[in-house]
């Protein structure tokens, strides 16, 4: 069983910064790619940024350039440096992991941490 635990969520000002982390635990032996997703309601999840084992890292077109990706291979970890925040980056963040733990590869989410950016 695989798990991804988030932290770094929370409320901060337009304009201040966040660093969101998700460590991945359990019995993975191959991590495809790390990703980071957000969903406001009534909206579906979005790809905010995700970066591939032995790839480059890719984001949305809205936050290139504020927002950072980055993994520890040694800690099956990943984080998102989010820097010049808007408020309309507010949303549930989700931590999402492909990998393996047997033979076929499997999409695991983490449960979501809030992110509320305020004017």
């Known amino acids: 069983q695989v798990q991804l635990v988030e932290s770094g969520g929370g409320l901060v000002r337009a304009g201040g910064s966040l660093r969101l982390s998700c460590a991945a635990s359990g019995s993975i032996s191959r991590i495809i790619a790390m990703a980071w997703y957000r969903q406001t309601p009534g909206n579906q999840r979005e790809l905010v940024a995700s970066?591939?084992?032995?790839?480059?890292?890719n984001y949305a077109d809205s936050v290139k350039g504020r927002f950072t990706i980055s993994r520890d291979f040694a800690k099956n970890a990943v984080y998102l440096q989010m820097n010049s925040l808007k408020p309309e980056d507010t949303a549930v963040y989700y931590c999402?992991?492909?990998?393996?733990?047997?033979?076929?590869?499997?999409?695991?989410w983490g449960q979501g941490t809030q992110v509320t950016v305020s004017s």
């Open positions: 970066i591939p084992t032995g790839g480059n890292a």
């Open positions: 999402n992991l492909v990998g393996q733990t047997t033979s076929v590869p499997r999409v695991y």
